[in-house]
């Protein structure tokens, strides 16, 4: 299955990153990142958890390798290449390709014409193959953007909060499709959120950024499988991560 | 509908033509007449190629250059603001301006006529492209940058797609500008096409040949319209039509 991928070559995602400063439009500078390091363990899944406007997505843009602006290194895991599934906030399909097409396109070319049946059907996609990004709601877009990412066997999983502005019953469900096709074929994945249930359901550890200049106040891990987490476990793994981070108060 | 408001034109002309007869205003059976004694000597089908292949050659370099350059000088700030005052320039000179300066320059040959009449268009087609890179979503080209799209699929499926609305509103007024120029510069150049021979009926006052001439001409840039450019753009658009 996972072929490409040599197990043990720097495996693991590294991120130190010294400092990120954005102009503003008046001419001063705003630090958005200041000594952000954190890693993530090979096939481990990890959460960004922190309040609103602290660079969360900034620091996932770097990642992504589309702001090349800032001082410090990252490492992705993999080969020096690494290949990267991204689902951004919005999903960003191609709105005059079918969802097929745009999940095809993505995939490296000896790739492209494998089957894509079992993702399709575990993402509930099989009868919208064929259709046009607009004629799908933002749910079912989402799911699209989600088997765009997996398709390509990657290397790294990046999610910029896949699950906003969906009801919440929608969001549920979609978290299920996510850790199910997940599973099949894990892979490092970084998550960012602002939701504490989300990550708490998903992660395997989540990473706690502070207010701007953004850097780790801390870590919280999860050790317990997530089929073991039911509300019970999760209303307790809910007041303890509250009891070690008491001073977040957005993260609710 | 269409059939219906050309046929009361039709008759209105008719009627016009037989209260008033005249010379310069024949009726459209005597048009009829003509264009069928036209086609029949083979006149007409001949110059009418000849013209319909200098539009297309026209046509087809205005939009590959214009389209270039648009898409450059709307990707590129300090690019777009050296060149702009060019492109008003020229946007600017008289058609007729340029076929006289590139007949006078280049001779009266085939490639000073087609070349006249691209660079009259190619100015507009810059325009309308650069409003077009102008307008595109740069968060496609970061979703093409994170899956590695190639260059060929960048440009297939991120930039033509984008661009289309602003290609087919190019080819649009491209296609009526062009073909009104290019009787210009066969008048007054070329020794033969549509243009070279309104001009010779011109001098023999033969309204009823002008007009034959110039309705097979307006037939066939409608049949172009309705055959080639409405079908392509529909295709081209279905992913628009329904809307969740």
Not at chain 1, 119 to 141: D, W
Not at chain 1, 230 to 251: M, Y
Not at chain 2, 175 to 189: P, Q
Request: hydrophobic fraction near 50%.
């Amino acid at each position: 299955m996972n072929t490409h991928q040599l197990a043990g070559v720097a495996a693991r995602l590294k991120v130190n990153i010294e400092e990120k400063t954005f102009r503003s439009s008046n001419g001063g500078t705003i630090e958005v990142l200041r000594d952000l390091r954190f890693e993530v363990e090979q096939n481990e899944f990890a959460c960004i958890l922190g309040p609103s406007g602290c660079g969360k997505t900034t620091t996932l843009r770097i990642l992504l390798g589309l702001d090349s602006d800032y001082k410090g290194s990252i490492q992705l895991p993999g080969l020096a290449d690494a290949r990267i599934g991204a689902v951004f906030q919005e999903p960003m399909l191609l709105p005059w390709r079918t969802v097929e097409q745009n999940v095809r396109l993505a995939m490296p070319k000896p790739m492209r014409d494998i089957d894509l049946d079992g993702l399709f059907s575990t993402l509930g996609l099989s009868k919208m193959r064929n259709f046009y990004p607009a004629e799908l709601s933002l749910g079912l877009a989402r799911r699209a953007a989600i088997a765009r990412a997996l398709a390509i066997e990657p290397d790294i999983l990046l999610l910029d909060e896949p699950f906003v502005s969906l009801d919440e019953s929608t969001a549920q469900q979609l978290r299920h499709m996510l850790l199910s096709v997940w599973s099949e074929r894990p892979t490092t994945a970084l998550m960012v959120t602002h939701n504490l249930q989300e990550a708490i359901m998903l992660a395997d550890r989540i990473i706690v950024l502070s207010e701007r200049p953004a850097h780790v106040i801390g870590t919280f891990d999860i050790r317990l499988p997530r089929n073991y987490r039911n509300d019970q476990v999760k209303a307790d793994l809910l007041r303890s991560f509250n009891e070690k981070f008491a001073g977040l108060r957005n993260a609710t | 509908m269409v059939l219906l408001s050309f046929g009361a034109l039709v008759v209105a002309w008719h009627l016009g033509a037989t209260i008033w007869p005249s010379r310069a205003f024949p009726a459209p059976l005597l048009v009829l007449q003509t264009f069928i004694s036209e086609t029949a000597s083979g006149d007409l089908p001949y110059n009418l190629g000849i013209t319909l292949c200098r539009v297309a050659a026209s046509f087809v370099l205005a939009m590959l250059i214009g389209s270039v350059i648009g898409v450059l000088l709307g990707s590129h700030r300090r690019a777009d603001q050296f060149f702009n005052p060019w492109v008003i320039l020229f946007l600017n000179i008289p058609a007729l301006v340029i076929i006289v300066l590139a007949y006078i320059w280049f001779g009266l040959n085939e490639a000073a006529a087609i070349g006249a009449v691209a660079l009259n268009k190619i100015p507009n087609v810059v325009v309308t492209m650069r409003e077009g890179t102008r307008a595109l979503d740069s968060r496609y080209a970061e979703m093409a940058k994170v899956y590695r799209f190639n260059a060929l699929d960048r440009f297939r499926h991120i930039l033509i797609p984008q661009l289309q609305p602003y290609i087919a509103a190019a080819s649009r007024s491209g296609i009526s500008l062009i073909w009104k120029i290019v009787l210009v510069v066969e008048l007054l150049g070329r020794s033969n096409g549509v243009g070279f021979q309104i001009n010779l009926f011109f001098q023999l006052f033969d309204v009823a040949a002008i007009l034959a001439y110039t309705l097979a001409f307006v037939a066939v840039m409608l049949f172009i319209e309705l055959v080639v450019v409405q079908p392509l753009e529909h295709t081209s658009t279905r992913w628009r039509r329904s809307a969740a």
